[in-house]
């Protein structure tokens, strides 16, 4: 945990949840610290547009989580706050985008391949070995 906390100024039955929360902040910001030192057109032009938007959704919906974070921080009931829309309108745009990364991702029938095992499994002689 950060050294410059007494541990005198809390109950000692949190230490446990503070060590982990100390570890969760440490981990955001390091991420967001490798995220925000690249630039983002050069970021942009290396992904094709699927995972551009998922990039997009991933960016919005951390901040307005961070937000969320904040606000209760502050003593605000942020299911009261016009951030539990906001999260909800990404969310609902992050499962659109998994819909077309799980419809890309569907074994797509190979018409030609199938017409020619159907021909060739009903075709005379082959089933008469015995």
């Known amino acids: 945990?950060?050294?410059?906390?007494?541990?005198?100024?809390?109950?000692?039955?949190?230490?446990e949840q503070l060590t982990g929360f100390d570890s969760s902040v440490s981990s955001v910001k390091t991420m967001l610290d490798k995220l925000m030192s690249m630039h983002r057109n050069d970021l942009l032009?290396?992904?094709?547009?699927?995972?551009?938007?998922?990039?997009?959704?991933?960016?919005?919906?951390?901040?307005n989580s961070l937000f969320w974070?904040?606000?209760?921080?502050?003593?605000?009931?942020?299911?009261?706050?016009g951030i539990k829309q906001e999260l909800e309108r990404i969310r609902?745009?992050?499962?659109?985008?998994?819909?077309?990364?799980?419809k890309k991702k569907a074994a797509r029938l190979d018409k030609g391949a199938a017409a020619r095992f159907l021909r060739n499994l009903f075709t005379p002689g082959l089933c008469d070995k015995g």
């Open 92 to 102: 609902t745009y992050m499962n659109r985008v998994k819909e077309i990364t799980d």
């Open 45 to 63: 032009q290396k992904l094709n547009p699927l995972d551009q938007a998922k990039l997009d959704l991933m960016s919005a919906y951390t901040l």
């Open 1 to 15: 945990m950060a050294a410059d906390v007494k541990t005198d100024d809390y109950p000692h039955e949190i230490d």
């Open 69 to 81: 974070m904040y606000l209760v921080t502050q003593g605000v009931n942020p299911r009261e706050h």
